[in-house]
């Protein structure tokens, strides 16, 4: 039974989006919503472009000869396929859609503390986009979307430095997103909003900011070194002129690693505010919740190197870094039980929403525990470079956080649209995404254990990997059916759905309380927050005298 | 924020010009501004970061090669140029301070000062850079760095290769902090600008103040610069 009661509102109210038209009205915004718009319909391209390239990997992969591209090709496929789903899809994703949209209205502000600093980093996201596109449409990168000197600094022949520049650029959208919500959130808060009434979304956008600003910078300088070594041969990173490729890759991940937890953790954000609506209850744990994501933040920048088990560290910093991996899995298992926790004894209700955020707990959980197996150095020698990490990382950041932000664009959509999606179908979606997920990635686990290299477009020698081949290339044709719904229901819904009301969900967080959609400054009259989150207990008392309808 | 609340319909009429639509008062905007100008040189640590990760890698790996290859440079004139930042974060200091007191021309002159000092450390920097073009000290295809001996050893020669990652991150750390110090002095101009037309006030001086934030900052880059590039192994 949906929770959404439609209350059918005659005339339309004056809201974000009808307030001006035209394209300069969308173009020199300021208003974080509007913003959050352009990000959405800008991932979103990224998004199938880089499903694009993931269908293609797939069919190659359909038999065991390199038929369908050839080795070189198949090689800028996956590469492409990369670096487009990390940095202009999965790193922007929440924070930049959901987190713009919904930072500012849930600590009851106007807006994000530098609206002017927030379209500037839309900007650079596109231009960081055009430039990567360019790159792609003239030739493309074959290092795999990791750069790993040498061979991206001196002996591909692949467009490197356009394709760095691009991330550089991209990058610094991204750090201005962080900034942006880290001074909002400490600055804009509205009275009575103090921290320990923040929803978690905002606790776990503070962390992800929080590595957004620390690590991103040096991503930044890596790139500036690799384009200089591969434009003038200095050195740095070439061990002919006494350089130590090590050197970049201690640089890359220290990045790149906690870039996952960008991923991840806006995504948790989200989960947490769908269980505890979904399920009635004020979230079990709060604290231990909020303080997970700042503990995942800063445990995630000291593991980077378990990426380089096997490049040639030595055994005790090996050691250290699995020891440290272990240990980033305590706050994210501490989420984990606490969302199983608020569960226990909840009014629980399957819609759209609460079925993703499902999804992600499996799905993630399924993740984290192959991490561990990837900690431990055994295991990890074992299955370095294989079809084991891909189905991993995988299962975090398309069941993890691809899961969450589907959840989360349904749970929103009627604030953000002022319009209700079907609900059946939006079930359906996510039924098909999440089997259509488990048959794409679970025959990899298999695949890589049995000794499945990744990066190969040809695996002729050992036909027998094709029967688990073909299954998770048959996943990945069900998976696409499964994004594509989305998309479609949800540009039909701003048209035809029915107009949602202010809280369909009867959900609690300062974004409910205004208008859907909310006017360009969010509240009428500055909100004065004087109860806790998740207040879900009051909610539901105001209701209980009240005979329910039946049919 | 406290009294926010309670300001009704008169608060519109009566705001600060500068205070924009969706901060409640003067005091949150200048924290705002303040706390994201903190942030984002915090970015800025982590970008140097990465480099001085690097510098102090190879230092230790290559300590000869990088002293012999630092001794070519003009250590007089790299600590005139610390002695032209530190004067430069002085009248930095008097030009945030006018601006608070209100005194228009101080901070004009301050401003101006500051823009002079800045354009004299480019200068020293330039023709430095010159010198190493002349010597081929520029890393790339014509890069030239034989039978020059390490400091303390006359009958070793410092590897070629070596003294170039010296060089490629001389230029790369000092070309990074000249582009911080040439958008500053385009920062410095535009409050040159802005302090003519007087619009900063007792009440309203947030951007000298993140300027000068920001000059200390790069001015703070330089003075580990310095002896790390051009002060190694000097005694021998």
Known sequence: MSMATATIQPVERENYLNKEYG??????????????????????????????????????????????????????????HGM?????FLIP??????????????????DLAFPRINLLSWYLYIIGGIMMLHCMLTGGVDTGWTFYTPFSTAYSNTKIVEAGLAIFVTGFSSILTGLNFVVTIHRMRAPG????????????????????????????????LVAAERALHLGIFDPRLGGDPLLFQHLFWFYSHPAVYIMILPSMGVVTEIIACFARKRIFGYSFVAFSSIAIAVFGFLVWAHHMFVAGISVYAALVFSLLSYAVAVPSAVKVFNWTATLYKGSIHYDAPMLYAFGFIGLFTMGGLTGLFLAALGIDVHVTDTYFVIAHFHYIMVGGALMGYLGGLHFWWPKISGRLYPEGWARLAALIVFLGFNLTFFPQFVLGYLGMPRRYADYSHMPEFQVLNVLST??????????????????????????????????AGLEWMTTSPPTTFNFETEPVVTWEAYNYDEIDSAHKQEVKVVG | ????????????????????????????????????????????????????????????????D??????????????????????????VVFAVYAAQQGKRTMLIGSLVLTIILGFAFLGIKATEYAEKFEKHHVPGPSFQFDNVPVPGHPDQMANRGHAQIYFALYFIMTGLHALHMIIGIGFFTWLLFAAWRGRFTPEYNTPVEMGGLYWHFVDIVWIYLFPLLYLIDLHK
């Open chain 1, 84 to 88: 487009v789903m990390v940095f202009f």
């Open chain 1, 474 to 507: 048959a996943g990945a044709t069900v998976l696409g059916v499964g994004y594509l719904l989305p998309m479609l229901y949800f540009l039909w819904s701003m048209r035809y759905g029915k107009p949602a009301p202010d809280n369909p969900w009867k959900a």
């Open chain 2, 1 to 64: 924020m406290s009294d926010s609340t309670v300001v009704g319909l008169h608060h519109e009429e009566q705001h600060h010009p500068e205070l924009l639509h969706h901060f409640a008062e003067p005091q949150q905007q200048e924290d705002s501004a303040s706390l994201g100008m903190w942030i984002f040189l915090g970015t800025e640590v982590m970008f140097f970061g990465g480099l001085f990760c690097a510098y102090l890698i190879y230092r230790l790996a290559y300590f000869g």
């Open chain 2, 66 to 91: 990088f002293a012999a290859a630092s001794q070519t440079l003009s250590w007089k004139l790299g600590a005139t140029n610390t002695a032209v930042l530190i004067c430069s974060s002085l009248t």
């Open chain 1, 23 to 80: 394209v300069g009205s969308w173009l020199f915004t300021t208003d974080h919503k509007r913003i959050a718009l352009l990000y959405l319909i800008s991932i979103t391209f990224f998004f199938f472009i880089g499903g694009f390239f993931a269908l293609l990997i797939r069919l190659e992969l359909l038999t065991p000869a390199s038929d369908l591209v050839q080795a070189d090709t198949y090689n800028k496929l996956f590469t492409m």
């Open chain 1, 193 to 224: 909003m103090t921290w320990s009434r923040l929803p978690l979304f905002i606790w776990a956008h503070y962390a992800t900011s929080i590595i957004q600003i620390l690590g991103t910078p040096v991503i930044a300088i890596t790139i500036v």
């Open chain 1, 93 to 110: 994703s929440i924070p930049a859609v959901l987190g713009n949209f919904l930072v500012p209205m849930m600590i009851g502000a106007k």
